[in-house]
């Protein structure tokens, strides 16, 4: 696609973020990293990206001195609030609805880890309200674009398409298909949706409401996180059932690969890291490398540190991983994983690290912490990943010097080089992919880089090779202001 920055003079591009996460406020994923890095590195584009995040009770208690935008009598059911607030110079709106968002347990389940039964009118609420504010509700406020984030924001290109003309223009970016949002057909009358909204144009999706289905029928553009995930998501393997409708919009969806913060994933300032390093300093990982092992009990030898970060899902893919743990370690090489999901998968690294004291670690849960440490010290992160859309663990570990290990699918394999012969001959190598994955082809990956690992100038040339990549935010940044541009009418220049 053509790229742009503005003219000097043109005014900015105004642009409401629609998501139910973003960093540092709530985060489960990577999605809350994405929509919290995006508008900082569009401001340098002259574009405005307010962020509309919910206002759960783990939000409220993080925003200081917030100036109420508009008070409503009724939403969904309670009375709520907008409040402008400004936290890690993020521009939020924040939908203050106790009756929806103030609760214990998590953003999307219950302490007991069962989905909140009420979630179709949680983010039918927040997805009304985005629409809403498109049409004048925050007075002086009127956003060209409305980029709205996965199912939770799935409504929101339906609230605007089905409701007075607006000349407000939607994005549905898709940041994990296999999440859809998909609810009784029972719940539509209270959506307070038109009567043409329960249509195959619309929300209707094999008799039920499915959000993310109505975002994409009714967006005006379509992104998904990497152009790999762009072209897989048209097939039946990775489209979940919504292949033949995002076929029918080939000319409208974009693969946009995302970025890291480079200030907040940098090796040479990072607090987290006993020992920050460079390029030219990269041997320095040794005492990082020894932190991580002490933390996860591992013993200090010459065997390569593989890491794990990572939801621990079928998605990940760490169930085969857990099944090829014995001959990772009879290879020679050793483990540590931070993370938590499935139970029975947590189990099986846990039994693992059992049967093999001293070569294999798990810290179950989320430590941010920790996570840092360990791609500031093992030698290689695995992502052995079923699918995976973009993906940000890889390009962490790219930025510091910790080799990512990854599935040939989605964005994993738009940003890791493999070190096959060529790929070593030219210098370009920056990891090893495994494809397709299952049992054998992974431990022949694990074998592939730990005899990379042996040869030390190889390794190291790897290891520096994927700390001069670009793993930022700069290019695709131009890319969406292309499409907004796009959307709004405005000319776009070329240059990519
Ligand atoms: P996904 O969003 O599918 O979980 P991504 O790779 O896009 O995967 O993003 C995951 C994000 O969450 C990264 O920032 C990663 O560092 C972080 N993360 C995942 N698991 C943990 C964990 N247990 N502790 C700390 N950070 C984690
Ligand atoms: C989703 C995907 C992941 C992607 C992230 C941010 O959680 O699983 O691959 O990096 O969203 O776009």
New binding site residues.
Partial sequence: MPTKTSKPGEAAIEVLSVASEVYPLI????????VGALPGALRRLNVNMRVLVPGYRQVIAKIAKPVVLKEMASLFGGPARLLDATVSGLDLIVVDAPHLYDRDGSIYASPSGADWTDNWKRFGAFSQVAGQIGRGLIDGYSPAIIHAHDWQAGLVPAYLRFGPPTKVKSVMTV??LAFQGQFPREIFGELQLPAAANSVDGVEYYGAVGYLKAGLQCADAITTVSPTYASEIRTPEFGMGLEGLLNSRTSDVYGIL?G?DLEAWDPGTDTALVEPYRISTVRRRAANKRAVRERFGLEHSDAPLFGV???LTW??GIDILANVLDRLVGMGAQLCV???GDGGIEDAIANAAGRHPGRIGIVR????Q??HMI?GGADAIL?PSRF???????L?GLRYGCVPVVTRTGGLADTVVDANEAALSMGAATGVQISPLNENTLTEALRRAIALYRDEAVWAHIQRRGMKSDVGWDQSARKYVALYEKLMGRAVSNGD
């Fill in positions: 985060k489960t994923g990577g999605l809350a990293d994405v940041h994990n995302n890291i970060v990572s939801r998605q990940k931070l993370g938590s849960g989320y430590d941010e920790l996570s791609q992502i995976e859309p973009c993906g940000l663990t890889q962490i």
